[in-house]
């Protein structure tokens, strides 16, 4: 019912910034929150940042809070991630989700994955 695609990931320098986006289609009018996680390899999945589509709360992991900023564009249904200050912990794939109930950090509340974009920062 929705799709989401990612886009705008590549590999950064350290202390650089990189935007991601995500492009939501379908039945968007079901999405209530939009959440950004990310998986390193052999690690496990970790949420990144919230959105609420109406209204704008935001919610950040205490690892990325001051540096990542999570928006969202109501009219063009698209959700971005801007992120300054990468370090090369903050490695992994980055998936947008869509969250048809609540501002959730827990994964299997979302009911809606994109594929993944991936981000790479060098020491």
């Known amino acids: 019912q929705v799709q989401l695609v990612e886009s705008g990931g590549g590999l950064v320098q350290a202390g650089r910034s990189l935007r991601l986006s995500c492009a939501a289609s379908?039945?968007?009018?079901?999405?209530?929150?939009m959440g950004w996680f990310r998986q390193a390899p052999g690690k496990e999945r970790e949420f990144v940042a919230a959105?609420?589509?109406?209204?704008?709360?935001?919610d950040y992991s205490d690892s990325v809070k001051g540096r990542f900023t999570i928006s969202r564009d109501n009219a063009k249904n698209t959700v971005s991630l801007q992120m300054n200050s990468l370090k090369p912990e903050d490695t992994a794939v980055y998936y947008c989700?869509?969250?048809?109930?609540?501002?959730?950090?827990?994964?299997?509340?979302?009911?809606?994955w994109g594929q993944g974009a991936q981000v790479t920062v060098s020491s």
């Open positions: 959105i609420r589509w109406s209204g704008g709360s935001t």
């Open positions: 989700a869509a969250n048809g109930q609540r501002l959730s950090r827990i994964g299997a509340t979302y009911e809606y």
């Open positions: 379908g039945r968007t009018v079901t999405m209530y929150a």
